[in-house]
């Protein structure tokens, strides 16, 4: 059955910033901009209401509204991912729904925050919002942010689910890693969760990126890429080093604080952040100023 409903999502799928206008409100034709402009600078998928979309701070409506301005700019340029899980179950289907019916390619299956299910309870959320729509979903495994790790043993048991096709990794455990990927089908896919891990994932089997350097550097991370997949090791090892500084200074401070901070400094206006997230701070951008300085940036 998976042959029938796997699509190819891409390799690079950029975590994509929300644009806000300065009163607070969704910008949604800056967003249909941003993401042809993430589509023209080396994106092949754009995951839509994750983190880096500050996702928490909006609601059913905003996200559904963007999640169709989004696929209506890049039709089938690009892949949609709609973030459309949280801790709530029901709410989780049913947002899952309604954006299946808005068209988007696939859906983010996040592990869940605060409540720390068990690994089986982790299993059966997903199983049960896997089953409730036909597009593929892909998992994202982030114990930074959830306080709950999904272990190697659930993520394999979860991947013979028809339309779990893959997973967004970024526990930042290379052996949890590896293991995944050594055990894991062909056919499902592991995206590395972290841009300063794309070399190493990427280097032992992995597919792919959600990245976040990629709403500012998408060309370069796909260079990065693309000298993984063709087996040229040292300037795919030299290309890594070079970003590594950028890749790192984008999570000196809160994700996604820094990567608005950076665009909008572009000249690339993406408005303010909503609380809880605040402007990047003063002590920060005298830090980062300079290293963004060292970079071209493909959008701008």
């Known amino acids: 059955m998976r042959g029938k409903i796997m699509k190819d999502l891409g390799r690079l ?4 910033v929300t644009p806000f206008k300065n009163n607070g409100e969704v910008d949604f034709e800056r967003a249909k901009d941003f993401a042809k402009a993430l589509v023209n600078t080396g994106s092949d998928g754009l995951l839509i209401g994750g983190t880096t979309g500050e996702s928490p701070s909006m ?5 559904l509204k963007l999640f169709k301005s989004v696929k209506d700019a890049v039709g089938t340029t690009a892949s949609v991912i709609a973030g459309t899980t949280d801790n709530n179950t029901i709410a989780s289907i049913d947002l899952s729904k309604k954006a299946e019916k808005l068209g988007v390619d696939a859906i983010l299956l996040t592990v869940p925050a605060y409540n720390k299910p068990t690994q089986e309870g982790l299993f059966q959320h997903f199983k049960k919002i896997s089953e409730s729509v036909s597009i593929p ?6 114990p930074s942010r959830t306080s709950l790790n999904m272990d190697v043993d659930t993520t394999i048991k979860l991947s013979s689910i028809d339309n779990i096709v893959g997973v967004k990794e970024a526990s930042s455990d290379p052996d949890q890693i590896t293991n995944i990927i050594s055990r894991a089908n062909s056919d499902f896919k592991i995206w590395s969760g ?3 891990e794309t070399f190493s994932i990427m280097s032992t089997g992995g ?3 959600v990245s976040v350097a990629s709403n500012i550097i998408g060309n370069q991370v796909k260079k990065l890429m693309g000298y ?3 087996g040229q090791t040292d300037l795919a090892a030299t ?3 070079r970003l590594l500084l950028f890749f790192n200074a984008l999570f000196w401070v809160t994700n996604p604080i820094p990567i608005r901070y950076a665009l909008n400094r572009s000249g690339f206006h993406m408005g303010p952040p909503r609380l809880p997230m605040t402007e990047a701070p003063d002590d920060f951008k005298k830090k980062f100023d300079p290293v963004m300085d060292q970079y071209d940036m493909d959008i701008s």
């Open 239 to 241: 290309e890594h080093k």
């Open 137 to 142: 979903g892909i998992l994202y495994n982030v």
């Open 194 to 196: 972290n841009d300063n």
């Open 59 to 63: 609601n059913e409506d905003e996200k």
């Open 207 to 209: 597919h792919g990126v």
């Open 228 to 230: 993984i997949l063709d």
């Open 13 to 16: 799928i950029t975590a994509m």
